[in-house]
Structure formats: structure tokens, C-alpha cells
């Protein structure tokens, strides 16, 4: 009888141990760079410019899993000026993966190739709840059905710094939309947008 309970003991922590992994793989990525304690800004930004390697790595990837792990349980989902609140977290990895499969590469314009890339960083101008927002500012080709046949879309992920991990809480397809839109890959919204804005360094 005991050796059947140590044997049933086991099973279960065996069990319990393969649940934990699960959950944590769910789990946001956590930095080990970003302090769960409260940053300067200039230290804040410097983590953000870290985690955007990995962002640059699932857009080159074409894997939006980053952006649904890191999303908060409710997503803002903004197109130009409408917006769609409360959305969930696959819609931040769908964005993504659409954006990327869209993409006509071979369509250059003035910002270069068509393909789905990360642009700039940029920092909003506007706390929100005393937190600092981020940018990451992604473009890409598109087709479209008006003439020349593409258009430079712009999408810009918001993400905040919470307990050593950024969150996503909203996404903005084509911000200001028309041609204002590429004024984020410009950096040139001004002030009225950013405080801070800096063109995204590609890996060597």
C-alpha cells in the first residue's frame, strides 16, 4: 500500500510540474534587463531598444507570437481613428502575420523594398496612467485597389513597461490615416506624437 501511494505521490507531481510548464510558457517574456522597480526614462528607453531586437526578429520571422504573448488580457484595436476596444490578444499576433503576408517586396517607394520591417522606436508624448508609452513603428507595401495599386502601410504597436516585462495594450493600423500615416516613419508627427523618436537600427 505504501509503495502504490508514493507511486500515486509521483504521478501527481509529475503531473502538477508538466502544468506549471504549460502555464509558463503562456507567460510574457520577462527581461532580465528591465528592473521589476521603477527605471529612469533614459533607463526605460534603453530596455525597450533591447526588447525591439526581438520584435525585429518575429517581424523578419513573420511570427506574431511575441506581440499575443505580450499583449495584455484586452487589446485597443485602432484603425486611423476608429477604434475597437477590448479585442483579444490573437488580434495583436493576427495584425502582425497579416502585415507580414500582405507585404508586396518588390514594390519600392521612397522608404525603400515593401517588405514588412520595423522602422522606428518612438516614445509617446502622453503618459497614460503614469505609465510612458512606446512605439514600435512597423511599415510595409500593401495592395490596394486605388491607383498606383499599393500603398505604404504603417502600423504601430504601444507597449508599456509593467513589473519588468512590456506589455502591448494597443495597436494602431495606419495612425492619422492617409498620408499622414508616414510621417511616423519619418519621425516627423512631431511633438504632438513623441517626445522621442529614433530610426531602428537593423542588426549588422
Given at each position: 500500500m505504501?509503495a502504490?501511494?508514493?507511486l500515486?505521490g509521483?504521478?501527481?507531481?509529475l503531473?502538477?510540474a508538466?502544468?506549471?510548464?504549460c502555464d ?5 517574456t520577462f ?5 521589476p ?8 528607453l534603453e530596455s525597450?531598444r533591447e526588447f525591439?531586437g ?5 517581424v523578419?520571422?513573420?511570427d506574431g507570437?511575441?506581440f499575443?504573448?505580450?499583449?495584455l488580457s484586452?487589446v ?9 476596444l477590448?479585442?483579444?490578444p490573437s488580434?495583436?499576433r493576427?495584425?502582425?502575420e497579416r502585415l507580414v ?10 522608404f ?5 520591417r520595423?522602422?522606428?522606436l518612438?516614445?509617446s508624448?502622453e ?5 510612458n508609452r512606446?512605439?514600435?513603428?512597423l511599415g510595409?507595401?500593401?495592395p490596394?485597389?486605388?491607383q498606383?495599386?499599393?500603398y505604404?502601410?504603417v502600423v504601430a ?6 513589473a519588468g516585462?512590456w ?15 508616414a510621417?511616423?516613419?519619418r519621425?516627423?508627427c ?6 522621442h523618436w529614433?530610426r ?5
Amino acid at each position: 500500500m505504501r509503495a502504490r501511494g508514493l507511486l500515486g505521490g509521483a504521478s501527481l507531481a509529475l503531473l502538477l510540474a508538466a502544468a506549471v510548464a504549460c502555464d509558463d510558457a503562456k507567460k510574457p517574456t520577462f527581461l532580465p534587463e528591465a528592473s521589476p522597480t521603477a527605471l529612469s526614462r533614459e533607463a526605460e528607453l534603453e530596455s525597450f531598444r533591447e526588447f525591439a531586437g526581438l520584435i525585429d526578429e518575429a517581424v523578419r520571422g513573420g511570427d506574431g507570437n511575441l506581440f499575443e504573448r505580450q499583449a495584455l488580457s484586452e487589446v485597443d484595436m485602432w484603425s486611423g481613428d476608429a477604434g475597437v476596444l477590448g479585442r483579444p490578444p490573437s488580434e495583436a499576433r493576427e495584425s502582425l502575420e497579416r502585415l507580414v503576408s500582405d507585404a508586396l517586396p518588390e514594390q519600392t517607394d521612397e522608404f525603400g523594398s515593401g517588405e514588412a520591417r520595423l522602422f522606428a522606436l518612438a516614445r509617446s508624448s502622453e503618459p497614460r496612467g503614469g505609465e510612458n508609452r512606446y512605439w514600435a513603428i512597423l511599415g510595409a507595401n500593401r495592395p490596394t485597389s486605388y491607383q498606383p495599386g499599393q500603398y505604404r502601410s504603417v502600423v504601430a504597436y504601444e507597449f508599456v513597461l509593467r513589473a519588468g516585462q512590456w506589455r502591448l495594450p494597443a495597436v494602431l493600423h495606419d495612425p492619422d490615416a492617409g498620408p499622414f500615416a508616414a510621417a511616423w516613419l519619418r519621425g516627423e508627427c512631431g511633438d504632438v506624437c513623441f517626445d522621442h523618436w529614433e530610426r531602428w537600427e537593423e542588426p549588422s
